[in-house]
Every structure is written in C-alpha cells, then in structure tokens.
C-alpha cells in the first residue's frame, strides 16, 4: 500500500511540474521560413519571462495606426547583452526584423533590434 501510494503522488507531482514544459510554444507560432520588418513607435517594453516583449504602433499605407507585438529571447540572455528595463522607451522609433505570425496577426519573432539612429542591438551574447 505505501508504494503505491508514493507511485501514486510521484505520477502526480511530475505532471504537475511539466505542465509549463507542455505549455511553452518559443517560437512555434510563427513562420520561421519569411522574414518582415516593421518600423514604428515603441508604446511598451516588457523585459520578462519566459520572453521579452516589445509593442509598437505602425503607421500603415494608408495612415491608419497598427498594433503591433513582438516576442524576443528571455530577459537573462538580454540583459547579458546590455539589456534592461529602459533599453527601448515609449516614444522610441526602432526597426524590428524577424519571423511573422503563422496566422497573420500582428505579431513576430524579433531576430534584429535597430534602433533609430541605426544601431543594431545584440539579442544574445553570441551577437
């Protein structure tokens, strides 16, 4: 009786434990075979885990303002690369380059940072 109740609460504490394994996409939910860019206005910069987050707004071809998000690495790997909490700032213009959404949404994958005076941040220590 005592083994199987310890094999009864081991079964119980491992799925506990894996179920933010199982619910971790990283970059599953986008097209890694197209590249875009958009440019914009930084509205938010989120330096947290399990990935940091940038929010723009973009200025469409026909004026109208699109919200855009985009997904990068997690803030330890930022923030050995010079990152912090006030790298980008509202009000700041950056180029983001990576991967789009699969289902068309405004969002991506960040693969390159540039910010407007040109310079390209480092997203991780192998940059």
């Avoid at 330890?76 to 980008?88: A, D, E, F």
Wanted: aromatic share 8%; hydrophobic share 40%.
């Amino acid at each position: 009786m005592k083994n199987w109740l310890l094999l009864v609460v081991s079964i119980v504490a491992l799925f506990f434990v894996s179920i933010p394994a199982l619910a971790h996409h990283g970059q599953g939910a986008y097209n890694m075979n197209k590249t875009i860019t958009v440019k914009g206005t930084v509205t938010e910069f989120q330096l947290v885990n399990p990935h940091s987050m940038v929010f723009l707004d973009v200025k469409a071809d026909k004026g109208e303002i699109q919200k855009w998000q985009g997904e990068m690495t997690s803030p330890n790997r930022l923030v050995r690369s010079g990152w912090n909490k006030k790298t980008l700032k509202p009000g700041d213009e950056v180029t983001l380059e990576g991967f789009g959404s699969l289902t068309g949404s405004h969002s991506l994958w960040i693969t390159k940072v540039t910010l407007a005076n040109g310079e390209e941040m480092k997203l991780g220590p192998a940059d």
